[in-house]
């Protein structure tokens, strides 16, 4: 089974970054400085973060001036709600044989 | 937030003592799991082997075992076949209960961990960032031997 998922859990693991993509997410678009204006961390710890949700393909950068500008792509969460989805019609059909290997007796 | 667990559920035209047989013997597992053939050692650490024609064979960990009542294990869903031991950290953990519900079975799967499985997924991308670090150093070294050579 492939996981395209994989890096997006890794991304999303941590709350703060969840926030920081929730934050990007409402606002359309943000720096680092102006997202940890809004959160209780540091600048710093915002440019971490967004560079893991970057490496994930969670948010991509435009750079402006000295500031690089983050906007959030939505694609890879959608993966991750349909991966998630997989996962589950996999163990209803799972659930299915077994009840049909029960009930035959 | 990211969903850490999906869980299911399934009521059974059949006794527990049936349903714990089919979801705890190889010779059951390989066929609704797997899809050929399974080991398993039903003990709490004890190992087990799923296969598929298809994918190959995965590893699993037995957890718990409380006959007719619940049964976990771990695996390593995205390993690749004949993958390595599932630890935390590289598997989720399954877990069945079964419920008497009159005549029938009520059984329930939980299967949990993915956010523990991106904390390694993490790690692994920090290890893969390291070694890119350390290949662009090494190359850059390369580029200045090259150049002194060459002036």
Do not use: C
């Not at chain 1, 959160?39 to 560079?51: D, E, G, I, Q, Y």
């Not at chain 2, 590289?90 to 993915?114: C, H, I, K, M, W």
């Amino acid at each position: 089974m492939s996981a395209p998922a994989e890096g997006v859990f890794a991304a999303l693991a941590d709350p703060t970054r969840w926030r920081v993509l929730s934050l990007l997410a409402e606002r359309g678009e943000g720096t680092a400085t102006s997202l940890a204006g809004e959160l209780p961390v540091s600048r710093v710890a915002v440019v971490k973060h967004l560079a893991i949700l970057d490496r994930a393909g969670l948010v991509k950068g435009r750079r402006e001036g000295r500031e690089v500008r983050y906007t959030v792509r939505t694609e890879p969460l959608g993966e991750t709600a349909r991966w998630m989805a997989g996962i589950a019609s996999q163990w209803d059909a799972r659930l299915a044989a077994i009840k049909r290997m029960a009930e035959e007796g | 937030m990211v969903p850490n667990q999906i869980e299911r559920e399934t009521v059974i035209n059949a006794p527990v003592e049936r349903v714990w047989e089919l979801i705890t013997e190889a010779e059951h597992l390989g066929r609704w799991f797997g899809d050929a053939g399974a080991e398993i050692d039903l003990r709490p650490g004890g190992a087990m082997v799923l296969r598929w024609s298809e994918y190959g064979t995965s590893r699993g960990r037995v957890v718990a075992v409380e006959p007719r009542t619940r049964f976990s294990y771990r695996w390593a869903p995205f390993r690749e076949p004949g993958g390595e031991e599932p630890v935390e950290g590289n598997s989720t953990l399954v877990e069945f209960t079964l419920q008497p519900d009159g005549d029938a079975t009520r059984l329930r799967v939980v299967e949990s961990g993915f956010a523990s499985l991106a904390t390694s997924a993490e790690q692994r991308a920090k290890n893969f960032n390291g070694n890119s670090e350390g290949w662009a150093h090494e190359t850059g070294e390369l580029r200045e031997y090259a150049e002194k050579v060459a002036a």
